[in-house]
C-alpha cells in the first residue's frame, strides 16, 4: 500500500512538472500583453515612422529585434495622461531578446518604414 501512494504522489508531481508553463513563455506572453496595450496608447499621427521588419528571414531574426528594439524608444504616448503606463509597457516591451537568433548582413534600414500601430502589430506577429 505504501509503494502505491508513494507512486501515486511520484506520478501526480511529475505530471504538474511536466504541466506548468515555463518562466520564458510566461514572460513573452506579459510582453505580448504589454505590445497590445501599446497599440491603443501610442500616438500615430504625425508621429515618426519607424524602420519595420516583416516575416524576417530566421537567420535574420536578432537583426529584427534589434530594430524592434530601437523603435521601441522612438514611440511616443497618444495623450500625456498615459505617460506613466506608457513608460511602464516600454521598459517591459525593451527586455524583450532573442538568444541563439542567428546574425545576417542586414539593417534596420533595409526594411520599410511604417507607422507605429504598423510597427506594433508585426512586434507582435514576430513574438509569436
Do not use: W
Given at each position: 500500500?505504501?509503494?502505491?501512494?508513494?507512486?501515486?504522489?511520484?506520478?501526480?508531481?511529475?505530471?504538474?512538472?511536466?504541466?506548468?508553463?515555463?518562466?520564458?513563455?510566461?514572460?513573452?506572453?506579459?510582453?505580448?500583453?504589454?505590445?497590445?496595450?501599446?497599440?491603443?496608447?501610442?500616438?500615430?499621427k504625425d508621429?515618426?515612422?519607424?524602420?519595420?521588419?516583416?516575416?524576417?528571414?530566421?537567420?535574420?531574426?536578432?537583426?529584427?529585434?534589434?530594430?524592434?528594439?530601437?523603435?521601441?524608444?522612438?514611440?511616443?504616448?497618444?495623450?500625456s495622461q498615459?505617460?506613466?503606463?506608457?513608460?511602464?509597457?516600454?521598459?517591459?516591451?525593451?527586455?524583450?531578446?532573442?538568444?541563439?537568433?542567428?546574425?545576417?548582413?542586414?539593417?534596420?534600414?533595409?526594411?520599410?518604414?511604417?507607422?507605429?500601430?504598423?510597427?506594433?502589430?508585426?512586434?507582435?506577429?514576430?513574438?509569436?
Amino acid at each position: 500500500m505504501k509503494r502505491m501512494i508513494i507512486f501515486c504522489m511520484l506520478f501526480l508531481c511529475s505530471t504538474m512538472v511536466l504541466s506548468a508553463t515555463s518562466p520564458r513563455r510566461v514572460k513573452y506572453k506579459q510582453i505580448h500583453k504589454k505590445i497590445e496595450q501599446l497599440e491603443a496608447m501610442v500616438k500615430d499621427k504625425d508621429a515618426e515612422l519607424l524602420h519595420t521588419p516583416e516575416n524576417p528571414v530566421e537567420g535574420c531574426l536578432h537583426t529584427a529585434v534589434s530594430c524592434f528594439r530601437k523603435g521601441i524608444q522612438k514611440l511616443k504616448p497618444a495623450s500625456s495622461q498615459d505617460h506613466e503606463e506608457f513608460t511602464k509597457a516600454i521598459r517591459i516591451v525593451s527586455i524583450f531578446t532573442c538568444r541563439d537568433c542567428g546574425k545576417c548582413d542586414s539593417t534596420c534600414e533595409s526594411y520599410e518604414k511604417k507607422t507605429p500601430k504598423e510597427f506594433l502589430k508585426s512586434f507582435a506577429n514576430v513574438m509569436k
